[in-house]
């Protein structure tokens, strides 16, 4: 089934025969969550297992957490800081971190910890008789961002489908059999909050309705509601007592709708969710079948077909266990392709304007009290969710971040104040719904740079689009993520340098100090403090605000003169510390100073002692890491322009798991395409999607006089001699489309772009 768009979109590409048609098929059910299918709107998320005889939906809403507003500040913390400070510049670290337990009793903040992102528990249907079906088949589309179940029971071949509407925000399941009257299922609430589903007084619809929290005794601010109804053709519908029945029909359309009271962190839950659930509802039931799957699908492609790679499959119609289990001895390039585009899938149903930012596990999660809270993990996690979405094409999805930044903002001045007497404001390395920017989890939570990354990540976003209006919105959320250090480094007496004490390199001891992480200077400090500086420095520029903002730029430019600079060590590394303190042995899994090579552009190939010392490193840390971390390795060996070693690296990746929560931190690939920390996380899949476009283009070089540096092909594994992608965006607002065969260009296409212009390299 390729559809339309996509022969258009290839047209002319002459004697490359490649599929092009992105399905994710399964000759069988999901068996655990792991291998169960997710569907998404970005707000809505349902995990379909495709039981013939049991189906599971489980199901997730993007504001649905756990706790309630609550500033958790520990007020000791702030006379803590001086004395910090001296201690770790008198080489006291130990003892700064006794001070730091004995003061606080090693809690960083009155919970110390985040709060939860939570399940709401699952929609089951379940037909009788159906158990042992042939012709079993069920799918993935990501050209439709539909689920479907194909399957034959007593001589009945049966067909589901399922979509969470991009156009209506509801779940819609499809039910269709080839013989008339063949249709009967119950259909049920599964739920930890349960406290009895209810039923319509007209006797046909069901509801759940419940309160987050992780039990009876404390329940969180946040109620939900949900609501399911039926349109059968034929047969008859009924409910009782919470389970819907229906009966001898010959099609059925079920749409599932939920809300919950959430209104936004500070305000807490003063929302109708039985009003918000109805009228999405009331709206969607106005369509027929058809017109809602159009409305869908319309929407869905309207993103997904703005970018495509396309590898040529040597195992047409595998399904996707097939390809995961014998991808190392085939090395078919479909299978980076399918992950790419499922890279690209996964944002777009986690990450739309107006909802929530992608967790650590995207809005797919079937726990009260998920791994990490699965909340959002600063010093890397939530970065790295982000980075698929320029090069990859899908601009409009930073939005969630950008406002939840803007929040953040407004949050992380009370700390800044509160904690460091500074101005601006900060967030530390976690956050959640309710904009936590105070530490969690002790002195290894006291991180002040979570906010200052995200930050620059802004400025880079903006190179991508030139979107003014965008930057006219990032700019002051830039500009205090800035102006915070201005009150908050110190200058070390001895290297004399600024640094910010105290703080770490995520989430690394030097060796021999007993695990204790502080140190008088970790080199990524200055490196994210040097691109945030720059960008708020060109932004006021761009937005004419350097007159007014002037006292605060000039500033910021004294202090980036004085920061750290990038240092080679003893054994020819990048140092990841102010001190040569690296260890040629530690495989830790975060290499944090990496950031200067990627997403960094302050180690390129014209600093070739610190490309050199990057290499160094990176090959010492060796390529086996969780999921997030193989990602990153992907990306920093396509920045060393090594396609081939990247590519071993993304076969670890893609190496297929069962491994779950408890297990030793390797990475590898569930049967659904989700990256595995263990457990899941969300970050690997897109960090890796942007690695991927990372081996194929690369914008962030500039020539002597201000031009774009694109390096098309930069990086390209040789194991993908042939291939076709179309739609990559570079910065300086370039769209960039390539083909190339035998490993070379055969032809390009740049357009769009700044007035600046650009060079290409191949
Ligand atoms: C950071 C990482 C872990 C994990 C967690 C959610 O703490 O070091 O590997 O990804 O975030």
Redesign the pocket.
């Known amino acids: 089934m390729l559809s339309a768009a996509v022969v258009l979109c290839f047209a002319g590409l002459g004697a490359v025969a490649f599929a092009g048609d992105f399905v994710m098929s399964y000759d069988g059910p999901a068996g655990t969550w792991n291998e169960a299918l997710p569907l998404g709107n970005g707000r809505l998320g349902a995990m379909v297992f495709g039981g013939a005889g049991t189906e599971r939906f489980q199901l997730n809403e993007d504001t649905l957490w756990d706790g309630r507003p609550d500033y958790m500040l520990e007020p000791k913390l702030k006379a803590l800081v001086p004395q910090i400070r001296e201690l770790v510049f008198a080489g006291r670290e130990q003892e700064a971190v006794e001070l730091f337990k004995r003061t606080t009793g090693g809690k960083s903040s009155r919970r110390n910890t985040s709060e939860a992102y939570q399940t709401l528990g699952s929609l089951v249907l379940r037909f009788e008789g159906h158990d042992l079906p042939t012709a079993y088949r069920r799918a993935l589309s990501l050209e439709e961002a539909v689920a479907t179940c194909d399957y034959t029971a007593k001589g009945v071949a049966y067909r589901r489908e399922a979509f969470t509407s991009l156009a209506d925000d509801v779940l819609v399941v499809r039910l269709t059999a080839d013989r008339p009257g063949a249709i009967s299922f119950a259909a049920f609430f599964e739920s930890p909050f349960q406290r009895g589903a209810k039923t319509s007084d007209d006797g046909t619809d069901i509801f759940l309705c419940g309160q987050a929290g992780i039990s009876h005794y404390s329940y969180g601010a946040v109620r939900y509601a949900s609501h399911l109804a039926a349109r059968a053709e034929g047969g008859r519908v009924s409910a009782d007592n919470g389970v819907m029945t229906v009966e001898g029909a010959t099609s059925v359309t079920l749409l599932f709708s939920a809300a919950t009271s959430f209104v936004n962190w500070k305000d807490g839950s003063s929302g109708d969710e039985k009003a918000r659930t109805e009228d999405r509802l009331a709206k969607a039931l106005a369509y027929d079948y058809k017109t809602l799957r159009e409305r869908h699908v319309a929407a869905y492609r309207r993103q997904f077909d703005t970018c495509r790679l396309v590898l040529p499959d040597t195992q047409p119609g595998a399904t996707v266990p097939e390809l995961l289990k014998t991808f190392r001895e085939t090395r078919n390039p479909h299978l980076a392709a399918l992950y790419f585009a499922f890279g690209r899938y996964l944002l777009i149903a986690s990450s739309q304007p107006g909802t929530q930012p992608p967790t ?1 596990q995207g809005i797919w999660n079937e726990w009260m009290l998920p791994a ?1 809270m699965s909340s959002y ?1 600063v ?1 890397i ?1 939530l970065q790295m969710n982000y980075w698929p979405v320029d090069v990859a094409n899908l601009s409009p999805l930073a939005e969630p971040l950008l406002s939840a930044m803007e929040e953040l903002a407004v949050s992380g001045a009370r700390t800044a104040r509160d904690i460091y007497g500074a101005r601006g404001w900060c967030c530390h390395h976690h956050t959640d719904v309710w904009r936590l920017t105070v530490p969690v989890h002790g002195a290894y939570g006291w991180w002040p740079m979570g906010g200052a990354w995200l930050s620059a990540q802004l400025w880079d976003h903006y190179r991508f689009t030139l979107d003014r209006a965008f930057l006219e919105r990032a700019y002051p959320v830039m500009r205090g993520a800035a102006e915070f250090f201005l009150d908050v480094l110190v200058e070390d007496p001895d290297l004399h340098c600024l640094t910010v004490v105290p703080s770490y390199s995520p ?1 690394n001891a030097p060796k021999g100090r007993n695990g204790v992480k502080w140190t008088r200077g970790a080199s990524m400090d200055a490196q994210i403090l040097r691109d945030l500086f720059d960008g708020v420095a060109e932004a006021a520029k761009i937005l004419g605000r350097d007159k007014e903002d002037a006292a605060v730029l000039g500033a910021l430019a004294e202090r980036r003169a004085r920061l750290a600079p990038l240092k080679v060590g003893r054994w020819g590394q990048l140092m990841e510390w102010t001190e040569d303190l690296d260890d040629p042995e530690d495989t830790h ?2 290499i944090s100073h990496l950031y200067a090579l990627y997403p960094s552009a302050q180690i390129t190939p014209r600093t070739p002692e610190l490309f050199a010392a990057a290499k160094k490193t990176l090959v010492h840390r060796g390529d086996i890491s ?1 999921g ?1 971390g193989m990602a990153w390795r992907i990306a920093w060996w396509a920045r060393l322009l090594d396609g081939d070693h990247a590519y071993r690296i993304l076969e670890n990746q893609l190496a297929p798991t069962f491994a779950t929560l408890g297990d030793t931190y390797k990475g590898g690939t569930y049967l659904n395409l989700f990256d595995a ?1 263990p457990p899941f ?1 969300i970050d690997g899949n897109l960090g890796c999607t942007a690695a991927i476009a990372e081996l194929l283009l690369q914008s962030h070089e500039r020539t002597s006089d201000g031009k774009v540096l694109l390096r098309l092909l930069p990086a390209l594994p040789s194991a993908w001699p042939k291939g076709t992608a179309r739609g990559l965006r570079a910065r300086g607002g370039y769209t960039v489309d390539i083909d190339w065969d035998a490993g070379r260009v055969t032809s390009k296409r740049i357009t769009g772009g700044n007035a600046d212009g650009y060079v290409v390299v191949e």
């Open positions: 650590l990490w993990t010093n996690n989430e899994r975060h969780t997030w920390h996380q």
